[in-house]
């Protein structure tokens, strides 16, 4: 009688090995024939295993379409084209007829055609890894597959039926025992299992995980793998009455001191069987079934990341994504000879899962492993070897310091000629005029930021140390941790080492703080060089005359590039609204530049009577429906103390389009207006009060400035002739009026009206 999944086969039960039950496929071969002696490749392929079930009776009633074919024994065909019976009509045989007729995919795989019981599946798969974990290497088998593929059935087994682990495990007591004669075993076990994200020991539900030890005998070994499996999650779902909710890992730790020559070879096996994915969408869960699916699919799809980074060959895998990939790390690409098992359903109700597990089988079979022997001298002991990685450790440390020390002295190679630089850039050939007293200063400055320099490069060499010291450490640590033994040497180094590391980080703050004061005093010291240098009569006079030079490298004051021409530009555009060329544009343009000389970029306008502010007209137009209709603005410079500039505007705002109505200010203590008050002589400004309800004159305008008017009364033929010139130059260069006025602009801004106009 078939009992339940959870009643693990023990060894009593072993002789009823004998119910044929499945179809297996073997993607790439096992290692047939390998001996106790055989050293392993130290490279090989993942070995991966397609096991096809027989169809269950849900799916033999629903008479389902069998999707999987094998070949022969190296061939497996997925979704294989069937043939067709024949449609007849009037005796004529009809072509395309059967219309719901799925087309086919037929992908081929390679593959073993017999049916295969899970003690023949064992032999072809796992066996020989019981002769690698002899050798020292570390070894794992898992299966993976949809959701009710047969995976448990695999790993576990029934009781008529047991499963690959119990068979590697009988398999390794036989191995034990036969050893045991020039060989001492230790044997540690853990059973996790991985369930919505969280590490659940199966052995010791509820306190936090620890290593089991001491499994001494195989009853032992697997009265505890029937003891985790009781404890695994499992729920009843429609594809499985008993679908395993969780990722179960079994793993088993040996340690094997060779009576004769003592050396010790350490070994890990790990058997795992992965919860089985499902599509959300088909099987309509909720709750705490839908939040498992979620979790066991998340998982599976880091799994897959995984496989496929490792089988493109990419340096980065990305075993940090789950819980899963990260106990899985050792099995997939490190150090291990890996088996998998790839369990699918032949039937067409599982289409989409069977072809994504053959798909990954595929992807899975180029992973390559890189395995090393695990071998330790016994003659040494855990605190010798522990010296020993020590030693080698402090080798490398200082192989890198001398490495680190060439590069610090290329450092200070660099910073040396750069302040070498920097003096004679400072003193350069007018030392002479330098005096001693100041040059020994420089000297003496120089001399300590070189010697704050140095000592920034000592610390950051010794942080450097310190960090590599402490990251070797922490990885002796993990080492130590893979004995299986707990002694209390063991003990007694894992205490030792965290001394360590505890001082290594402290070790590690106090200079990271000593390299931020270091920096703050050379930053001192250069702020120093620097009142130096402005201070120093000779050098500030030639500081002065090097930065008026055009090619000075120094700092140099920003200068706005119209900022030198505004008389300039103002004259002219004065002028050329004296001859009414001024046109809408080039008024705003000129508006535009001068706001821009003057600074004021940060214009506000305020309700004069209310003090409301909005900050600009655009604004006032489009989102504040209200404020439109206000009357009377001003608009004032924020920055008029800072800038000598005021500049005050009164507007009227008509819904459509904003209206200047006037404005005056004052720029640097002169005061302009606009529009420009009637000609008459005299410097005295008028009141703003007086022009409040002026409209803006689009007619010729004077020049804004008192002085400027002045000059106009007393020559007024004086700007027809400068224009005259221009209109002359414009008329024989055939220019449009535009080009003109762009043409003062663009001569303006490069000093050639200054010329002209002077
Ligand atoms: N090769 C096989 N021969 C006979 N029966 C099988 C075989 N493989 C699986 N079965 C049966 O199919 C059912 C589902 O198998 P199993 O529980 O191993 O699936 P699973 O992949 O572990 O599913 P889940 O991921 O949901 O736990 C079980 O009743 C099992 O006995």
Not at 518 to 528: A, R
């Amino acid at each position: 009688m078939v009992k339940s999944k959870r009643d693990i086969i023990t060894p009593r039960r072993r002789g009823s090995l004998t119910k044929k039950s499945t179809i297996v496929k073997v993607l790439s071969r096992p290692n047939s024939g390998v001996q106790a002696t055989l050293i392993q490749p130290a490279n090989a392929n993942i070995r991966v295993v397609v096991r096809v079930r027989p169809a269950n009776s849900r799916e033999q009633d629903a008479d389902c379409r069998n999707v999987v074919k094998v070949i022969d024994d190296q061939m497996l065909v997925f979704d294989p084209k069937e043939d067709a019976q024949a449609f007849f009509f009037h005796g004529v045989q009809q072509r395309g007829r059967d219309l719901l007729k799925k087309s086919h995919k037929h992908l081929q795989f390679m593959c073993s055609p017999n049916d295969k019981t899970n003690e023949e599946i064992f032999k072809e798969s796992t066996y020989s890894l019981i002769t690698s974990l002899m050798d020292g290497y570390n070894c794992s088998v898992f299966a993976y597959g949809a959701t009710g593929a047969g995976k448990t059935y695999t790993m576990t087994g029934t009781p008529d039926t047991p499963g690959i682990t119990f068979l590697t495990m009988t398999e390794l007591f036989n191995k034990h025992q036969e050893l045991s004669v020039e060989r001492d075993f230790e044997l540690g076990i853990t059973y996790l299992e991985v369930y919505n994200e969280l590490v659940k020991d199966l052995l010791n539900p509820g306190p936090p995980l620890q290593l089991r030890e001491d499994g001494n005998t195989p009853d032992e070994l697997f009265s505890l793998l029937e003891e985790g499996n009781k404890n695994r999650t499992q729920h009843p779902t429609d594809a499985n009455a008993e679908s395993s909710r969780s990722h179960a890992v079994f793993q088993v730790y040996i340690q094997m001191t060779f009576k004769g020559t003592g050396e010790v070879r350490t070994a890990k096996l790990s058997m795992i069987d992965l919860a089985g994915s499902e599509r959300g969408s088909a099987t309509g869960y909720v709750g705490a079934r839908f939040t498992e699916g979620a979790n066991i699919n998340k998982s599976l799809l880091a799994l897959g990341n995984c496989i496929n980074s490792l089988a493109d060959g990419q340096r980065h895998v990305p075993y940090r994504d789950s819980k899963l990939t990260r106990l899985l790390k050792d099995s997939l690409g490190g150090n291990c000879q890996t088996v998998m098992i790839a369990n699918v359903s032949p039937s067409s109700m599982s289409y989409e899962d069977t072809y994504n597990t053959l798909k990954y089988a595929t992807r899975a079979k180029k992973i390559k492993s890189n395995m090393k022997r695990n071998v330790v001298n016994v003659e040494l002991h855990v605190s010798n070897y522990i010296k020993m990685v020590e030693e080698l450790q402090k080798e490398n440390i200082s192989l890198k310091q001398q490495l680190a020390e060439k590069g610090c002295v290329a450092d200070m190679q660099k910073a040396y000629d750069e302040l070498k630089e920097q003096f004679d850039r400072i003193c350069g050939s007018g030392s002479a005029n330098v005096g001693d007293e100041l040059l020994e200063k420089m000297n003496d400055l120089i001399q300590e930021k070189m010697e704050m320099m140095k000592r920034q490069f000592q610390l950051q060499k010794t942080e450097m140390q310190t960090n590599m010291r402490r990251k070797l450490k922490e990885e002796t640590d993990a080492r130590l941790s893979d004995f299986c033994v707990n002694t209390p040497e063991k003990r007694e180094a894992h205490r030792k080492i965290g001394n360590v590391l505890d001082r290594c980080k402290k070790q590690e703050n106090a200079i990271k703080g000593d390299i931020v004061r270091v920096e703050g005093l050379k930053e001192d010291i250069d702020e120093k060089l620097e009142d130096l240098v402005k201070e120093y009569p000779q050098l500030k006079t030639r500081n002065q005359r090097e930065a008026r030079r055009p090619d000075h490298p120094g700092p140099r004051r920003q200068v706005h590039p119209h900022g030198q021409n505004r008389a300039l530009l103002k004259s002219c555009y004065v002028q050329l609204q004296g001859h009414g060329f001024v046109t809408a544009s080039l008024r705003k343009h000129y508006q535009e530049i001068l706001h821009e000389c003057q600074g004021c970029k940060n214009v506000k306008w305020s309700e004069s009577d209310s003090g409301v502010e909005a900050t600009s007209t655009a604004a006032l137009a489009k989102d504040d429906e209200p404020k439109r209709n206000l009357q009377k603005r001003k608009m004032e410079e924020p920055t008029a103390d800072t800038m000598d500039t005021t500049f005050t505007m009164s507007v009227n705002l008509t819904p459509s389009k904003p209206k200047v109505k006037m404005c005056w200010g004052t720029t640097h203590g002169e005061r302009w207006d606009w529009p420009p008050p009637p000609k008459r002589l005299g410097l005295s400004p008028r009141s703003p009060r007086n022009k409040g309800e002026q409209e803006p004159s689009e007619g010729p305008s004077e020049p804004s400035t008192a002085l400027g008017r002045l000059r106009q009364e007393k020559n007024p033929f004086s700007n027809f002739v400068k224009h005259g010139f221009l209109a002359f130059y414009v008329f024989i260069m055939g220019l449009p009026l535009k080009k003109y006025c762009d043409l003062c602009h663009g001569f303006a801004s490069r000093h050639a009206w200054q010329r002209w106009f002077a």
